[in-house]
């Protein structure tokens, strides 16, 4: 009961924030100066008028405001000015598979790779195994993904030829983004990670259990690692925002078509739908993660729920 | 006022500071005191070297001098001898002066973006843990909900104003003053970093408002202003630092992306994420345009990280028992 509460009121507050996202966008969208209509061709004066009028931009922002509200609640996330033809809708459903690929894949390995080394680090802490993971670590949060992303690309690429560069269809370079990506997150977790457990770990439920003769390993995976992942689940609403982010940078290096490829052209065309819509994806994105980690958070550890 | 402590007091009992305690802990932090150093070094390296008469303009382009391979020296068209310490980049522009004035251009934003943040954030945070109550709950709800935004979107659209901007004019005679339209970036970001400092402003008033020691101090007979300047400010003070010092290399890593996405500072100006953005188009012909920039850049982050670990060790209370 007490649990279902919490869900529900952080559900309500997952939509409060995301009509916020919604709002702030597109004011900031259409406040930028500058206009969708500025072409290098010079179009006529008359013309660009025509034009906003058929756009509706003649209207004052409040009421073009409540038009694009009454349109995104049918669903309608109106044409695209940068891909002529097209609309959001279909410009998202094409670049949206390739984006979360990459990020589905990144943050699979990041996961797959960071636990357990987080794990393996703090059973040995203070080792000389615990100080070269953790340099190593170190090291790579700071090279930063595009730096490791042209390299990878020059490496397995170029010179050994194992994927293609750049071009989507059929292509493996996506890959090679998702390493790029999984990489980067995998030193965030493993420090993460490695903090954690050191916490619990020290913590006298575990001295018991020493005591009492349990097996290291089973001390390890049974008792300290549920309460030693708790940080790491809560980092994933970040992670994705992060992953949002930083696939921005990887779908340029390696050429891949996704939505934040998509997203930046936009923005500096003020291609103002496809700014809103493409924002509207990564906020409903960002915001079911935060709400599937509380989730988790509640199940992981009943404390989150009486804390709220 | 603060009065001037009698001098009886100070000869009986020789106290140690907060700060002075942990200038000792972090001395004996060999890791963390190298990174001090160097990131120190880099910062005067990249604003005092530039002065120095011999060192080349970053933008003087040498078209018979493209591609010349690092510490070489050419005679250029007009008969000027030109040492490359670095090489030159295909327009034959200096890469190492180019790292220079890029670094200026990096660690500049990386600053004065933190400092934006650290402003807004810590009166921000303390206004709302002081207050308490309602308005701390509505104020922190704020907090939750822009922390929901995603940040980097929101700097990339502001980016996009940057370069559209130059006509406004307090926009120009702000570009005069600072030579160029940097200063929108720092603000853009900064504008958007403050939220964790916030928390933890909050968290750090929130919890010292109630413990023993603040009661222990007034009990003493301490005046308003020192239990605030001696006792509360320096304990919010060691997180508020320690953070600040994880948000320089985070902010320069965002200006770094927006660099290499192109919008971030424009060419012919250089900050490292463009250098390692130019590099990265020319990797295959000429790998080191690459690697200078992206180690100098790595290196930096990689000191400064190193450096906020050894002042979080340094200045928390929980660590000086051992």
Known sequence: METARFLLSR???????????????????????????????????????????????????????AMYLGRLVKGDLGPSFGNKGFTVYEVIAESFPVSAMLGACGLFLALALGIPIGVFAAARRNTIVDYALMSLVTLGICVPTFVVGPLLGEMFALKLGWFDVALWENSSAWILGSVTLGLYYSTYIARLTRGSMIEVLSQDFIRTAKAKGVPPLAILFKHAFRGGITPVVAFLGPAIAGLIGGSFVVESVFGLPGLGQHFIKAATNRDYWLINGTVT????????????VDV???????RTRANR | MLSPAPAKSTTIEKGSSL????????????????????????????????????????????????????????????????????????????VFSRILYGGRV???????????????GVIYGAVSGYLGGRIDAVMMRIVDILYALPFMIIVIILSTYVAEMGDWKPVRFLNELFGNSLWLLFLCIGAVEWLTMARIVRGQVRSLKGQEFIDAARSLGLSQSRIIFRHLIPNTLGPVIVYT??????????????????????????????????G????????????????????TLFCLNFLGDGLRDALDPKSSKD
């Open chain 1, 11 to 65: 559900f309500a507050q997952s939509l409060l924030a995301l009509f916020c996202i919604i709002t702030l966008t597109f004011f900031l969208a259409r406040l930028a100066p500058g206009g969708p209509f500025l072409d290098e061709k010079k179009i006529p004066e008359h013309l660009v008028e025509q034009m906003k009028r058929n756009y509706g931009f003649d209207k004052p922002l409040p009421v073009q405001y």
């Open chain 2, 106 to 120: 990096s660690l500049s934003v990386g600053f004065l973006a933190t400092f934006v943040s650290l402003t807004i």
């Open chain 2, 19 to 94: 700060g002075r305690d942990a200038w000792l802990r972090l001395k004996k932090n060999h890791l963390a005191m190298a990174s001090l150093w160097f990131t120190i070094l880099i910062i005067l390296v990249s604003f005092l070297l530039p002065l120095v008469p011999g060192i080349p303009d970053p933008n003087t382009t040498h078209p018979d001098l493209q591609s010349m391979p690092a510490f070489s020296s050419a005679t250029s068209m007009d008969g000027k001898e030109v040492y490359y310490l670095l090489g030159s980049d295909p327009l034959g522009r200096d």
């Open chain 2, 280 to 299: 990265a188009d020319l990797m295959a012909s000429d790998p080191g345009l690459l690697i200078y920039p992206a180690v100098v850049f790595g290196l």
């Open chain 1, 296 to 302: 988790l958070q509640a199940w992981l550890d009943p």
């Open chain 1, 281 to 292: 994806v990564f906020a409903v994105l960002i915001l079911t993660m935060n709400f599937l």
């Open chain 2, 245 to 278: 010092t994880l948000t320089v290399p985070a902010v320069m890593r965002l200006e770094a992306i927006l660099s290499f996405l192109g919008l971030g500072v424009q060419p012919p100006d250089a900050s490292w994420g463009s250098l390692i953005k130019e």
